[in-house]
């Protein structure tokens, strides 16, 4: 576990969440005591999967309008 200073911390914010980031917990200390732990977040288990939007509009919509139109040329 690492730990750095308050002010280590303002000076190099992107190196520390890089830590975390990383799976490892960092103590953030002022005075030489810790006011904080910082630990990365724990994977969401059941995350709501974002729709097909493109399949859900041909669907909505229909044929494109280019092979309508071809399809009325012939």
């Known amino acids: 576990m690492k730990s750095v200073s308050l002010r280590h911390m303002q000076h190099h914010l992107s190196d520390v969440m890089r830590h975390v980031d990383q799976g490892r917990e ?12 910082l630990v990365p977040m724990q994977p969401a288990a059941a995350r709501a ?26």
């Open 26 to 37: 960092v103590l953030v200390t002022r005075r030489r005591r810790t006011i904080a732990r």
């Open 49 to 74: 999967r974002w729709p097909d939007f493109t399949a859900r509009t041909a669907r909505i919509k229909g044929r494109p309008l280019s092979a309508t139109i071809l399809a009325e040329r012939d």
